[in-house]
């Protein structure tokens, strides 16, 4: 296996500053980079207010929101050895969405404004709850898997019925307009719940990196070089669920990104899923910042769904994917 791809990853954490700054100076109330820099210092006056109270917070939401769905797309794709797999695979997105989709239908939101991003939370922890509880202790990982797609898929019909069972038909379209997913009107205090929820899946999927590595081997490699599967699976379970989930909590549903990001950094970081998961994650930073600027960019008379965006992205990107592996076989002797 090739050795850690040093420079491109440097490349990749050096753009993403600069996307953060575009981010902040972005929008309708056009700020320069260097007043941007000094209302961020000073943070008095109408320009201290936007930069640091509205767009610090939403460019930092989507710099960790973009990095945690990098990170744990590569994190399962090192343990399940599948390229396409996705962190949305467990059920906690879509438990967090289901949540937060009934907190805004029945009109809990006018207790709290941060009855969403704590409801959503909660759904993706009682989902991580249930996938335990359902697997079993000494589950295979296919197990986990089909107990996740069961709960992805009662939490979807969750959702559905919700929006069924709206008061209104206006609030149905504002549940529907939130799981497409969105960093606008953000506020550190969706920073400050969400934190500490996307660090603590960092720290454990990254903790994880050389198991991905022996898994490589095999599974029974892997055991005879001391990897605890059990151990493991439930770890990147837990990271990947918990981190995604607080993801949606916050924003909604953001597609593609978790699948897209380690498939950009793969051509340079090679095969080995160790060395995938920083320029993963650095990369999906790039995408959501990406993203999140353009929606503010493209002309439009409500702003674009960054959910909408990202999956533009994916698309095509999977579509040239998908070309590019017709020509390798149509390429290859029969």
């Known amino acids: 296996m090739s050795g850690f791809p040093v420079r491109p990853t440097l490349a990749l954490a050096m753009l993403v500053p600069v996307l953060m700054l575009a981010s902040l100076t972005v929008g309708p109330a056009g700020l320069s980079p260097a007043d941007t820099v ?12 936007i930069a640091r109270d509205i767009r610090l917070p939403r460019t930092l939401l989507a710099a960790s929101i973009g990095a945690t769905l990098g990170l744990a797309g590569a994190a399962l794709q090192g343990l399940l050895r599948n390229p396409l797999a996705e962190p949305a695979l467990f059920g906690a997105p879509q438990a967090a969405a289901a949540a937060s989709s009934f907190v805004i239908a029945f009109g809990f939101v006018s207790a709290t404004s941060m009855a969403v991003p704590l409801a959503g939370i909660a759904g993706a922890l009682i989902s991580i709850g249930g996938l335990i ?50 960093l606008e009107d953000r506020s ?18 990254m903790l994880n990196a ?12 892997a055991a005879s070089l001391g990897v605890d599967l059990f151990r493991t699976r439930l770890l990147v379970v837990i990271g990947v669920a918990v981190g995604v989930g607080a993801a949606v909590a916050v924003a909604g549903s953001i597609g593609f990104v978790g699948l ?8 340079f970081a090679g095969s080995d899923p160790a ?34 965006v990202t999956a533009l992205i994916g698309v095509p990107f999977f579509l040239a994917m998908i070309f590019s592996e017709r020509r390798m ?3 290859s002797p029969s």
């Open 38 to 49: 000094a209302a961020l210092w000073s943070g008095e006056g109408p320009a201290g207010i």
């Open 133 to 182: 509880a359902i697997a079993g202790r000494r589950a295979s990982l296919t197990v986990i898997l089909l107990a996740g797609l069961a709960l992805a898929s009662f939490a979807g019909a969750a959702t559905a019925l919700i929006l069924n069972l709206a008061p209104n038909p206006f609030i149905a379209l504002e549940v529907a307009f939130w799981l497409l997913g969105s």
């Open 188 to 205: 550190s205090d969706h920073l400050f719940i969400s934190g500490p929820f996307l660090v603590a899946s960092w720290i454990v999927l």
């Open 210 to 221: 050389r198991a991905f590595r022996a898994l490589t081997l095999g599974e029974d490699a």
């Open 260 to 267: 897209v990001a380690p498939h950009l950094v793969r051509r």
């Open 275 to 308: 060395h995938v998961m920083l320029p993963g994650a650095l990369a999906g930073a790039v995408l959501l910042l990406t993203a999140d600027v353009a929606v503010r960019i493209i002309p439009a008379a409500i702003e674009l769904k960054v959910g909408v």
């Open 329 to 331: 076989l149509e390429g």
